[in-house]
């Protein structure tokens, strides 16, 4: 019986959480517009090519062992 309570009382916390954030985010309560910068699709190829673009630099791969919290380098087998 307990836990039929404490079942309902999550699932109806999460429902007033989820309407609440539907309210305030997706009907704007308290104001505002959604930005250009989300809302147009070539703005967002255009940055995504510019960080294609970039050059990607890194060391050498890297395996860390969870236990001893060391890193070893992974060298090629080339």
């Known amino acids: 019986?307990?836990?039929?309570?404490?079942?309902?009382s999550l699932v109806g916390s999460f429902a007033?959480?989820?309407?609440?954030?539907?309210f305030v985010s997706d009907k704007k309560a308290f104001g505002g517009s959604?930005?250009?910068t989300v809302s147009d699709k070539e703005w967002w190829q255009?940055?995504?090519?510019?960080?294609?673009?970039?050059p990607r630099t890194a060391g050498p791969p890297v395996i860390?062992?969870?236990i001893s919290?060391?890193?070893?380098?992974?060298?090629?087998t080339e």
């Open 16 to 22: 007033i959480a989820y309407l609440c954030d539907a």
């Open 69 to 76: 919290r060391q890193n070893f380098i992974v060298k090629s």
């Open 1 to 8: 019986m307990t836990a039929g309570y404490i079942v309902g």
């Open 46 to 54: 255009a940055t995504d090519t510019k960080f294609q673009a970039w």
């Open 34 to 36: 959604i930005p250009k």
């Open 64 to 66: 860390m062992n969870p």
